[in-house]
């Protein structure tokens, strides 16, 4: 059983979850204590073998404990955390931040220049709900398109959306960025996000070769059962790492078994190609995207936390941003893939002229489907100033691959 290596499974996130109040004093013992925490169990994995690869803390709304009565005040508070991080990470772990949600018109009107200015620190969301109707509540989706428009146009090539995004059902506790939010009544949690397309590459290398008449039904119950059981094995181990560890008042809340691809790993679209997809987007793709989402909701043994499905985030995937440039897909190939998976538009460079009308109708079609399937979807949109429809981006941030901007038809 060559899975088991451990390097084939990475935890791409040990996730803090904390409530701050409005008492700024207040800030550092609760953010010490949960740093501290995070690298007890960062050790604890990491001397066992598996690699961690960023430690987090969500917080409650951010409403709740900073001074949001002008972006000034706003301005200030994160200052100070921004200080407080500094000094927590002077030892050599860096400790990453989200400032959680914003929950109303004034908080989200803010967003811009905070993510201007203060980057990676404000990583946060909007969550849209509906009405006793299905409908989605309208008051927070056009100030939502006008936060996506604004931080397109003043931080360098749009860059700055990777720190926001809009949720469509998605419950509190998701250990990524920027959807993980919190709630004070929930206390203080920990989640762990792994990082899993080079096992799953792995898993399908190993068990490419069809035995001579194998019907496709046959290799593809194969293919789910091989997957299940290696992320099974990964996810029990490090379960029992985490066992008898003094928790300092945080409970686990679950693993979030999602792929979480990224730009130092496999693409997923390697595991399309796999499973005998001629690319992703071509026929059969939606059928191996529900078979990948069984897999992830498998795990047997522990809580699942935040998406625990199908992540497709294009511009974080090195195979989904070259075949957007090859035309392969575009935006409704990546919603349609939603219905069976998630994560929703998750990192889509569109044209920078995108009226506002289209970017809010692509929301409520998502956010449609994410209730009427009941899963949890995203909108992460990158309006590109500049380029049109088919241009290839010029992304400088270290997380991003240049791909295609897509069109909303």
């Known amino acids: ?104 018109v004034h908080e989200i009107s803010l967003l811009p220049e905070l993510i201007r200015d203060f ?5 946060t969301c909007v969550n849209i709900g509906i009405d006793e109707r299905g409908i989605l509540e309208k008051d927070l989706i056009p100030p939502s398109v006008d936060a996506i428009l604004a931080i397109s146009r003043i931080t360098p090539r749009g860059e700055g959306n990777f720190n926001f995004t809009v949720n469509c059902n998605c419950a509190p506790l998701i250990p990524y960025f920027p959807a993980g939010y919190h709630r004070k009544e929930l206390g203080k949690k920990y989640v762990i996000g792994l990082e899993t397309p080079d096992l799953l590459v792995h898993v399908l290398r190993e068990g490419s070769v069809t035995a001579p008449g194998e019907s496709l039904h046959s290799r593809l119950g194969r293919y789910e059962q ?111 893939n939603s219905a069976v998976c998630g994560i929703g538009l998750d990192t889509v460079p569109i044209p920078g002229d995108t009226p506002p009308e ?3 109708a692509i929301i409520r079609d998502t956010g449609a489907m994410a209730f009427r399937l009941n899963k949890p979807l995203t909108v992460r949109l990158f309006p590109v100033p500049g380029l049109k429809a088919g241009d290839m981006t010029r992304f400088e941030s270290p997380d991003l691959c240049n791909c295609s901007v897509l069109e909303i038809p």
Request: proline share 1%.
């Open 226 to 336: 091989a997957l299940g059981e290696a992320l099974q094995y990964h996810i029990s181990s490090i379960a029992e790492l985490l066992d008898n560890r003094d928790s300092r008042g945080f409970e686990l809340a679950g693993f979030d078994s999602s792929a979480a691809p990224s730009k130092s790993c496999a693409s997923m679209t390697e595991v399309y190609e796999l499973m005998g997809v001629d690319h992703f987007g071509a026929a059969g793709t939606l059928e191996a995207s529900s078979l990948l989402t069984r897999v992830f909701k498998s795990v047997k043994g522990v809580e699942l936390a935040g998406f625990s499905g199908l992540m497709l985030a294009l511009t974080e995937d090195r195979g989904l941003a070259e075949g957007s440039a090859k035309g392969y897909f575009d935006i409704r190939t990546l919603l349609m």
């Open 358 to 360: 289209k970017i809010s």
């Open 119 to 123: 980057g990676d620190l404000c990583n």
């Open 1 to 104: 059983m060559t899975y088991t290596k451990k390097e084939l499974c990475r935890v791409r996130t040990v996730t803090a979850f904390v409530v701050l109040e409005p008492d700024r004093k207040q800030w550092r013992e609760e953010i010490s204590r949960a740093s501290d925490f995070l690298k007890d169990v960062s050790a604890g994995i990491t001397g066992s073998g598996y690699e961690v690869q960023s430690l987090r803390i969500v917080t409650n709304p951010f409403g709740e404990y900073l001074d949001t009565a002008d972006i000034a005040t706003a301005r200030k508070g994160l200052s100070e955390l921004q200080a407080l991080l500094a000094d927590l990470s002077s030892g050599g772990t860096r400790v990453r931040f989200s400032i959680g949600e914003a929950r109303n």
